[in-house]
T-cell receptor, first 113, second 117 residues
Framework: SQKIEQNSEALNIQEGKTATLTCNYT??????LQWYRQDPGRGPVFLLL?????KEKRKERLKVTFDTTLKQSLFHITASQPADSATYLC????????????FGAGTRLAVHP | EPEVTQTPSHQVTQMGQEVILRCVPI?????FYWYRQILGQKVEFLVS????????KSEIFDDQFSVERPDGSNFTLKIRSTKLEDSAMYFC???????????????FGPGTRLTVL
């Protein structure tokens, strides 16, 4: 069956360190992989998108990698800050169709001062 | 910066009642979506809407659900006879066409929390 898996346990790190979040998938061939941030009681906020033919994407302190052989995406936040504390969701868009998003369950990140 | 808006922010209703959740997508967007998130669970796709018709729907989106774009700005989700298990956050999202930018991502609204008693 098709699965998207993110670490269910919260990730606790010290301010200034790099946070690395993992998204693994099985039985999918996503055309696009997207990362969103979600704060409690709020809607997902788009962060980065990476295409299946791209290995890496960067935006300011954020970096996403996409390994279609390992079926894995890694999401990095460098020089993390307490304000980065939130739940981070990975989501797939398949090619074709009307591009619905298929979400993972999310990983909660807590950055401590 | 343009944003998706949703009203109300919180809706409380009795089981069996009809509810209408409202969304105003970003004005030049063409694709519209509803998702829901039950407390503590993942965001789930409900339905997509393009060119004034449903383009795709999930198994969750049964006959009790309907969507409408009654005018050029609003996009609504109606639940005809609510059940306890419909309690969730409902998110509207919209997306432009391929020329709207390299990312062409979906922008989400803040959500409506629906509580069915």
């Amino acid at each position: 069956s098709q699965k998207i898996e993110q670490n269910s346990e919260a990730l606790n790190i010290q301010e200034g360190k790099t946070a690395t979040l993992t998204c693994n998938y099985t039985n999918y061939s996503p055309a696009y992989l997207q990362w969103y941030r979600q704060d409690p009681g709020r809607g997902p906020v788009f962060l980065l998108l990476i295409r299946e033919n791209e290995k890496e994407k960067r935006k300011e302190r954020l970096k996403v990698t996409f390994d279609t052989t390992l079926k894995q995406s890694l999401f990095h936040i460098t020089a993390s800050q307490p304000a980065d504390s939130a739940t981070y969701l990975c989501a797939f868009r398949l090619s074709g169709g009307y591009n619905k998003l298929i979400f993972g369950a999310g990983t909660r990140l807590a950055v401590h001062p | 910066e343009p944003e998706v808006t949703q009203t109300p922010s919180h809706q409380v209703t009795q089981m069996g009642q009809e509810v209408i959740l409202r969304c105003v997508p970003i004005s030049n967007h063409l694709y519209f979506y509803w998702y829901r998130q039950i407390l503590g669970q993942k965001v789930e796709f409900l339905v997509s809407f393009y060119n004034n018709e449903i383009s795709e729907k999930s198994e969750i989106f049964d006959d009790q659900f309907s969507v409408e774009r009654p005018d050029g700005s609003n996009f609504t989700l109606k639940i005809r006879s609510t059940k306890l298990e419909d309690s969730a956050m409902y998110f509207c999202a919209s997306r432009g066409d391929v020329e709207s930018g390299p990312n062409n991502e979906q922008f989400f609204g803040p959500g409506t929390r629906l509580t069915v008693l």
